[in-house]
């Protein structure tokens, strides 16, 4: 009787382990695999997240993670054209004939909408691709559609709920849906991980990659500013906005990004990387790598604590010299400098926008506030606008914010980040990347405690979150950060810590019968 039960038990652990794989898909390189044996096409890739996105976008899991579609006609012309190129022997790269979808503050011109998740901007219909889409098709990627996101990449007020927007609705963590997906790229984190996709990409001003991907336990890489042209998106900021590459592994995470890298003249930060980072998936990666512990950005969240500091012991195990018990310098102060910024360059960054990408109703800040205030019951049913107000009241002070931005830069970059990577000899920082998911909360808003974000974000420099485990059912990350152009190094880093760990387990979704 034992045996039989072990035997069961051992039948259903099997069961569920390939029920666990198929539902976590497959790797870019698993999927290339496949097509080049002749056992998937693109066609049938597409018509399979098509069908899982049925499943559990609005009914099932009702994650609301994609705000649009592309027509499944279209979407199957072009798979069914990339499958006969590959056909012919003609391979674009690790991109081809994959299924990508895009946070909707990105331009496409295929006739999908880009909106910042407003209901303002719902019909709002740019001219032609952003860069970085342009980027992708020529790689051969497949457009799918739009990821939800934090309305106005969560930039509109100061009580707000992450994931929620007036034209999506609320995006649900997948791992427990009464609990944030945070932001603002939520539904692109959301969406490859519960397999809506294989990849997707967001943008970050500051914690808008890394914060959804640690909570929804995918990876991320935030790029140096000007690696991926800004052109063509929705603004925050100008010093600090970049989109970025979300997956279920690094190295997927690497094709996206190098399909998207490129120098584009019309971006003034862009910039040429000739840089291979497939080089850097090196299961040896941290071996020799001096890693640097930021304490200062740990201590809010004691279990998590508990989990960050059991992963000191497998860096150590691969190789890694660490380095604990470190500090900024003159601590976290860079965040009024900050603040300012943001606030001056949303409005003078909009204005910008709408001039390449226009619409016929809205060209600056003032048009949206009175547009919201307007149409309050549909845009306010949760929170209102004071971002957008008080960036309004900014715009007259123009030294104050070139003070500013100075003062942000150098306390982040020589005074923070450089700083404790020289005086330590480092390669590398690492922080837990955000508390674990907090309750959704329309009344008080996000419940934010802490994270490794700031740092990075206000440099401008490299950011990688990996899935390092869970605090009860909740994913958490480990964030990997260094200086400028340190993709490299970072990749090695956390593709060395991903293959020893496998930490990623798939969130299993709400049936919909």
Known sequence: MK???????????????????????????????????????????????????????????????????QQREKLLDVAAKLDAERQAGKYRGPMHGIPVLLKDNIDTADGLANTAGSYLLRDHMPPDDA??????????????????????ANFRSTNSSSGWSSLGGLVKNPYDTTRTACGSSSGSAVAVSANFVTVAVGTETDGSLVCPSAISGVVTIKPTVGLLSRDGIIPISHSQDTAGPIARSVADAVHLLMAMRGVDESDSASFASDIDYKQSLRRDGLAGKRIGVMRDLAGYNTQ???????????????????????????????????????????GEGLRTYFAQSPHPEFSTLEDLIAANKAASSVTMKWFGQELFEMALARQSDREGYEKALTDARRKAREEGIDAVLSANDLDVLIAPTVSPAWKIDFINGDHFTGSASSAAAVAGYPHITVPMGFV????????????ANSEATLIEAAYGYEVRTQARRAPVLASPY
């Open 3 to 69: 045996i039989i039960k072990k035997l069961g038990l051992l039948v259903c652990l099997y069961v569920f382990s390939i029920v666990a794989i198929a539902a976590d898909g497959a790797s870019i390189d698993a999927l290339q695999q496949q097509f080049k044996r002749g056992e998937l096409t693109s066609v049938a890739l597409v018509e399979r997240y098509l069908t899982q996105i049925e499943k559990h976008n609005t009914d099932g899991a009702n994650l609301r993670a994609v705000i649009s579609l």
């Open 472 to 483: 009860h059912h909740m994913p958490v990350g480990l964030s990997f950060f260094g200086t």
């Open 131 to 152: 860069f970085i889409v342009q980027q992708l098709r020529d790689a051969g990627a497949i457009i799918l559609g739009k990821a939800n996101l934090s309305e106005w």
């Open 304 to 346: 998590l604590d508990q989990v960050f500091n059991a992963q000191l012991d497998v860096l150590k195990a691969a190789g890694a010299i660490i380095v604990d018990d470190l500090e900024f310098p003159n601590g976290r102060n860079w965040g009024g400098d900050e603040y300012s910024v943001l606030l001056y360059e949303f």
